[in-house]
């Protein structure tokens, strides 16, 4: 029992010591798939670094392709990303309920050749209030689907999903 309290007294100190421990992201796939990704799990992973310029500042994010990200709960990558995979998107969404959409191809770097990463650190450091991770796009011109505090990302068939039927005809 008193090891319990040690550890929770510690782990709490920890979390005020380092806010981002407490952090994660949550992963969903395809075909429901699910998946946590800690701070320090992101950490892990390799990165890419890209220099952007935001409402006139420029800044250098790291961080991991998204694209590998969402391999981790089933999405296609590479060559795969093709047929119906064409029409599936991942939805990004933020602690502030701010959401993003992007289509699964636009993230793989043999279709585009800006990269788009979920970033953990900016300019050498890891990321504070817009943190701990926030979505950067390589070659977007506003900095718009550049989601702060990310906490959700889903990956949606929308192939499985009929279109609508046009009013006339
Ligand atoms: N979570 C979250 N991310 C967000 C937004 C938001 O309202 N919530 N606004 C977006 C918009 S419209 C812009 S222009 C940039 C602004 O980023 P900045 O505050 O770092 O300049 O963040 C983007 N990311
Ligand atoms: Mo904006």
Sequence with gaps: ???????????????????????????????????????????????VKMTVIQHGKTSTFEGVPLGEIVTQVGAASGKAVHGPELATVIRVTAKDGYQVVLGLAETDSGTRKGAIILADRADGAPLKDDGPFRLVVEDDLRPARSARMVERIEVIRLSNTKPAAAAHH
């Design 1 to 47: 029992m008193r090891n319990h309290v040690f550890a929770a007294t510690a782990l709490a100190a920890a979390l005020l010591a380092f806010p981002a421990l407490a952090q994660s992201v949550a992963l969903k796939g395809p075909d429901g798939q699910v998946a946590t990704l800690s701070a320090a799990d992101l950490a892990a992973l390799p990165h």
